[in-house]
Structure formats: structure tokens, C-alpha cells
């Protein structure tokens, strides 16, 4: 007994304890959460769903845990005990029936596999991500949890590039490029930082204070530098379209003429010049050989998707057969998240998955402009009016980071990290969000009344207001 004691003490000495503290911490806290919404839950889940401890501390923890897979069954737990308190409040968008299609689609292409194991592999990784983005989309219904989410999403991201970058600075270490995080390579890793960009940037630009911009712009340039690290044009090219385009929507475009300038004068300095010359080569795909393969990888998984329209190979069963139809080496990975799905799954799986992305982007469009039609209408009130743009920031970084996820899939095969179907989750239920933020139990009299000024007599004549207000319902479109 007593050898047993001084093992154990000897064993927790060597183990760095605040991190597994944190997470313990981390733990009991969304599990009390839980207890009285699952969205706690929930928001444990992604936190540690990007975070990947057990990849980032994996020399600190006692042994290599998928942490986001218990949150994953505190979620379950959750949804049992507050099962009442969810269905009175589900609301079914878009979003979720197009992932439910998606999800189903790919389960009919597992079942009918070329390599039935190596789809069930993949494809449990990608049901439980569906799993849980359906799920959240079901219950995350205000906005005070969008903005927890989206806030989440931006200090776990901003935690990462930190880690990445004192690896760097003290030890002039590259892992992110040799190794990549969490699983995912060197291409992954910045793929899912440059989706962390446009939260820097609006949190930066929409602080009223200025410690607070400070931090946020220090992060943001924390994680270009960890992108550029990456040396992966994919995510470099992405990052580029991602941040022009929130620029071109940013307002006042004064700032973002600032902010381009400060770029323009820090890049230099935090790209070397093999990370320039890495970019440069984009351009010289013809001759390059890593662009010629990704080319002749794109054509064969082209032509194995007019092979097997339908339900294609089995999930992540082209990279084996892609070789075959043209690639230039065995098991080459198709380098396209949109046609490794049409490979993998079939053409009706690739649309799908396009059409959950789209309509994602269209709604955050509709979002942006229930945003400026508020602005314009709410322009003598100064606090309403700065709360607004906050939102519409919200929005924009949103639509930004999607907008990086989808140039840099044409280039990458990443679906299966859970970053941007949280975001295309958020989008599907942001217009609803916002209608019960801006619209909150307006009646009909305050309605008539906005839309014809010259009715006042309506706010004064109560009793007779319904029924002019039925008389004009035609011209009001209610």
C-alpha cells in the first residue's frame, strides 16, 4: 500500500497540473451549465472540439482522451433532462434539413462502400460532427448564444496561434508545418486559423475600448503569423480573399484603409522569404510540380465521380483508386473538398453539401441587410445604433470566415473538422436571432404606425386600432 501511495504521488508530481486543472475546471462548469440548458453543454463541446487538448497538451495530460467526445455525452445527458424545456422551443431552419440530407446521403454511400471499414472510419468522425452540428442548430436559438459561440470560437483559436508562435519565438519551432495540430496537416492547421481572421478583425474594429482593441488586433496578427507558418498555399489564398472581402464590407472604409496599410507594412516582416516565394508560386502552377499533381488529382476524382454519379466510392475511398484514373501517385488525396466529396459520396452529395454552404452564405447576406435596414431606421438613438453595427460586424466575420472555408476547400480536402459547420449553423439561425432582437413583441399599432407617420390617431384609438389595422393589412404585407 504504502508503494502504491508513493507511485501515485510520484506520478502526479510529474504530471503539469494546471492543465489537466483547466480542463477539470472547464469540465465541471459546463457540466453544471448543463444541467440547466444543454447549450452549455453545447458550448463545452466546440470549445474543446477546436481546441483538441489532447493534441495541444498532449505532453501534460495523463493519457490521450478525445475530450470533445465526452462533452459529446454530457450533450446527450442534457437534451434527456431538459427534453420538456428543447421541444417547446426547436425550431427546424434550413440549414439543419439540408445537413440532415447531407447526413443521410452519406450514409447510404458508407453502406455501399468499394472499402466498407475504411468509410465506417471516416465516417464516424464526420456523423458525429453532423450529429452535434444538428443538434445545436435545434437548440442555440438567441443571439446573446451566437455571440457566446462565435466568442468561444475566437479565444480558442486565439489560444492556439499563441502556443503555435511561443514554440516559434523561444525555440525557433515550425511544428505546425512539420507536424500540423490536432490531427489535422500543416494545410488543416491553417485552414482552421485563417477561419479566425475575420473574429479578430471585427472584435478589433467594434471594441469600444482600447485595451480591448489592442488584444484582439495582437491575436489577429498572432494568427497570420501562424498561418504563414503553415506554408500552405491553400490557406494563404484563402486568407487573402477572406480578409479583401471583409474589407470591401467593412465600414468606415476609412479604417480599412488603415488596416490594409498596417498589413501591407507588417507582412514583410512576418513572412520570410521562403514563405513569400511559397505564396509567389501559386502563380506558377504550370510549371510547378505540387500544382501539376493537385491538377491531375482534381481530373481523376472528376472522372471516378462520372464513374459513380450516385453514391461514389465510400467515404475517403477515392484517395485508393485515384491513382487509377490519372493521379501521379497510389492513395493521393484528392486536394478539393468539393470534388472529394462528388468521388467519395457522389454528385447528389457534393450538391448538397454546396447548397448547406450557400444558403449559410445567403442568409448571413440577408442577415447583414436586416442589419442596415436597422441602422437606417434607428439613427437618433446612439446606443441602439452601436449595438447594431456590433452585430452587423458579427455577421460579416461570419460570412468571411465561411467565405475563407469555401476558396480555400477548392484547394483542400477538409470536412471534417467542426469550425465550419459551427459557422454555417450560426448562420441558419441568425435571421431568426435577429428578427426576436430588433422586432421584440412589436404589436401592429407600432407597425401601422412606422409605416404611415401620419397615422397617429392609431396609437391614440386602441380599441379601434385592430380593426384598422386589419384594413390595411394588405398594404402593410402582415
Not at 439543419?96 to 458508407?110: E, K, N, P, R
Not at 508545418?177 to 467594434?206: K, Q, R, V, W
Not at 506558377?284 to 454519379?309: C, F, M, V
Not at 501521379?328 to 473538398?337: A, G, L
Request: charged share 15%.
Amino acid at each position: 500500500m504504502k508503494e502504491l501511495v508513493i507511485f501515485i504521488a510520484l506520478l502526479l508530481h510529474q504530471i503539469p497540473m494546471k492543465q489537466l486543472g483547466l480542463l477539470i475546471a472547464i469540465f465541471f462548469l459546463g457540466s453544471l451549465g448543463s444541467l440547466y440548458h444543454p447549450f452549455w453543454a453545447i458550448l463545452l463541446y466546440y470549445l474543446l472540439a477546436v481546441l483538441r487538448p489532447q493534441f495541444l497538451w498532449k505532453w501534460a495530460l495523463p493519457v490521450e482522451w478525445r475530450w470533445s467526445l465526452f462533452a459529446a455525452v454530457i450533450v446527450f445527458i442534457s437534451l434527456i433532462a431538459n427534453a420538456p424545456r428543447v421541444l417547446s422551443r426547436i425550431r427546424l431552419n434550413c440549414i439543419a434539413v439540408l445537413m440532415i440530407l447531407y447526413g443521410t446521403w452519406l450514409m447510404f454511400s458508407m453502406l455501399n462502400a468499394f472499402d466498407p471499414l475504411r468509410a465506417q472510419l471516416f465516417g464516424q468522425d464526420i456523423g458525429k460532427i453532423l450529429i452535434m452540428a444538428i443538434i445545436t442548430s435545434l437548440v442555440v436559438d438567441s443571439l446573446w448564444q451566437v455571440r457566446a459561440l462565435t466568442r468561444m470560437m475566437f479565444i480558442a483559436l486565439g489560444y492556439v496561434a499563441w502556443e503555435i508562435n511561443t514554440l516559434y519565438l523561444s525555440e525557433g519551432r515550425i511544428d505546425i508545418f512539420h507536424y500540423g495540430y490536432g490531427g489535422l496537416d500543416n494545410n488543416g492547421a491553417g485552414l482552421l486559423l485563417a477561419m479566425g481572421l475575420p473574429f479578430a478583425f471585427t472584435y478589433a474594429t467594434g471594441s469600444t475600448k482600447m485595451w480591448q482593441r489592442v488584444v484582439c488586433g495582437g491575436v489577429g496578427l498572432l494568427m497570420l503569423h501562424a498561418v504563414l507558418m503553415t506554408y500552405s498555399r491553400g490557406a494563404m489564398v484563402a486568407s487573402t480573399v477572406g480578409i479583401a472581402w471583409l474589407l470591401i464590407h467593412h465600414r468606415p472604409r476609412v479604417q480599412s484603409f488603415l488596416i490594409v496599410t498596417v498589413l501591407a507594412v507588417a507582412l514583410p516582416f512576418m513572412a520570410g522569404q521562403e514563405i513569400r516565394e511559397r505564396f509567389q508560386s501559386t502563380a506558377n502552377y504550370r510549371t510547378d510540380g505540387s500544382g501539376q499533381s493537385r491538377l491531375e488529382s482534381w481530373s481523376a476524382a472528376w472522372k471516378i465521380a462520372w464513374d459513380h454519379p450516385l453514391v461514389g466510392t465510400g467515404i475517403r475511398n477515392s484517395n485508393r483508386y485515384s491513382q487509377n484514373y490519372g493521379a501521379d501517385r497510389h492513395n493521393r488525396t484528392i486536394h478539393s473538398q468539393y470534388l472529394q466529396i462528388a468521388a467519395d459520396s457522389g454528385l447528389p452529395a457534393m450538391t448538397l453539401f454546396c447548397a448547406i454552404l450557400g444558403t449559410s452564405l445567403a442568409l448571413l447576406t440577408r442577415c447583414r441587410n436586416m442589419c442596415r435596414d436597422q441602422l437606417e431606421s434607428s439613427e437618433a438613438d446612439p446606443e441602439r445604433k452601436g449595438k447594431t453595427e456590433q452585430l452587423m460586424g458579427l455577421v460579416n466575420a461570419s460570412q468571411a470566415s465561411l467565405v475563407i472555408y469555401a476558396v480555400g476547400g477548392v484547394f483542400l480536402s477538409l470536412e471534417m473538422f467542426e469550425l465550419p459547420w459551427l459557422i454555417m449553423v450560426t448562420a441558419g439561425v441568425m435571421p431568426y436571432a435577429l428578427q426576436r432582437e430588433f422586432e421584440p413583441g412589436r404589436s401592429e399599432v407600432e407597425v401601422a404606425a412606422q409605416h404611415y407617420p401620419h397615422l397617429d390617431q392609431l396609437k391614440r384609438m386602441r380599441s379601434a386600432a385592430p380593426a384598422i389595422v386589419r384594413s390595411n393589412r394588405g398594404v402593410l404585407g402582415t
